[in-house]
């Protein structure tokens, strides 16, 4: 393999539930996983129902186009199909970014603390990374610096990518209309905007803006969307981009063409339409915000005020100031079979990400973490 391929640190994903219990002797019926930002209701109803009537069909491939998707989609943002890209969830949408702009010589661009996949599919090309440092105070903290990727992007003319995640994860962290578009702005054209907005469902109204309105503005932007987070379809994997039709032309020159399965396909379909469950998921994860806050808060751990479906806190006073305060919290609290996620990897090694789970969920989350903090270790 090229010595970019062996550079590589894969990706590290939430353990499962059946490998924690085996590990530490629970019951899986007892274990909390509050590691991936999955939907705690899990997925729509409907979406169940339309998935089950599509299993009689499994013979065929699915739609290559995903025909009935794209139209819902369009219908639902307003851009004709010819400016749709589907993917086999989110991540490959930020792959096939990655795979249509970089090369070995060319370099793309992101923030410190930002998802993890960004540095992944821009590392499989060969390409350079380039990370930013994030703010280290302020409201924003661990936030994006955007004038300093902006001073970076225009200091390293070979940049032809640059990811921007909002809300991001694990920060949490919410970048405002005004900041966005002054980037947008700014940013040369011939680089590659990549929009990742896999929380956005879950950013109160008053916060959301028209990033659609932005795409038919700006001709290097590609927004890409996810149906595992709030819609709850994480299993099926399924996301989607929107971007002018020469972009969304070069993503389906490397796409794959069954890249979105078949029950994937009827699922989101049903997902896109059930409003009611979209604003369930987002009501439960507002309550789930204030009461993990207001949980870590009275524990007198500091967080991140967060605009996603997880907090990520500071547990450097749970373990003495230890440099590995991440990893010794995270293993105390897999022990009474709550799964949360360590954040060494995004350079935050006294900081674990939880994500906000059912009522009772985020209770023993906390009761867990209330008993550490008294010391039992
Ligand atoms: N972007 C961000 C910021 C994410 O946190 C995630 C999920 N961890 C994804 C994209 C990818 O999610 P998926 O591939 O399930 O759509």
Redesign the pocket.
Known sequence: APTYIRAIAPYQAGKPISEVAREYGLDEAQIVKLA??ENPLGMSPQAQQAMQAAMHDLGRYPDANGFALKALISQQTAVPESWITL?N????I?ELAARAVLSPGRAAVYAQHA?A?YPLATQATGAECIEVPALTSGTNRFGHDLPAMLRTIKNNPHTHLVFI?NP??PTGTFIPAAELAAFLAAVPPTVIVVL?E??TEYLPPELRFDTVAWVRQYPNLIV?R????AYGL?GL???YALAQPEITDLLNRVRQPFNVNALAQAAALAALQDQAFLAQSYALNQAGLQAVGAGLAALGLPYIRSYANFILFDVDSLAAGAANAGAQVYQALLKRGIIVRPVANYGLPQWLRVSIGLPEENSRFLAALAEIAQGAG
Request: proline share 0%; charged share 15%; hydrophobic share 30%.
């Open positions: 991936s930002n993917g969830g989110s991540n490959d930020l998802f996949v995640a991001n994860n990742d896999a929380y890409s996810t149906l595992s987070k994480a994997r399924i996301g």
